[in-house]
């Protein structure tokens, strides 16, 4: 079991950021990436971005981030970090960390991960 635990969240304005962490405990070597979806209430979750914790293939976002938000990851930590930038309303959403062997597609296994988080609020306000 990989337990995942989420920080970083809270209230902001428009054009405001906020940096979240995700620290992975347990059997995490039986994970290969890590990454954020988010959910807002009424609407359908939505993978953010993604990294590979293992190898050097990469990191993967959502257009509606590309360019605001970087993902990050601390192997020492087993913790990956979510930088947001430029954060605008429509960005307000309970945000998920996920972790899984399976990494494939990039921006889809995010939301069927083997191991979810509790989920921290992200909240987007003037």
């Known amino acids: 079991q990989v337990h995942l635990e989420e920080s970083g969240g809270g209230s902001v304005q428009p054009g405001g950021s906020l940096r979240l962490s995700c620290v992975a405990s347990g059997y995490t070597y039986s994970t290969n990436c890590m990454g954020w979806f988010r959910q807002a209430p009424g609407k359908e979750r939505e993978g953010v971005a993604t990294?590979?914790?293992?190898?050097?293939?990469?990191?993967y976002y959502a257009d509606s981030v590309k360019g605001r938000f970087t993902i990050s990851h601390v192997n020492a930590k087993n913790t990956v970090y979510l930088q947001m930038n430029s954060l605008k309303p429509e960005d307000t959403a309970m945000y998920y960390c996920?972790?899984?062997?399976?990494?494939?597609?990039?921006?889809?296994?995010?939301?069927?991960?083997?191991?979810w988080g509790q989920g921290t609020q992200v909240t987007v306000s003037s």
């Open positions: 990294i590979y914790t293992t190898g050097s293939a990469g990191a």
């Open positions: 996920a972790a899984d062997v399976n990494c494939y597609p990039p921006m889809a296994w995010v939301l069927t991960g083997d191991y």
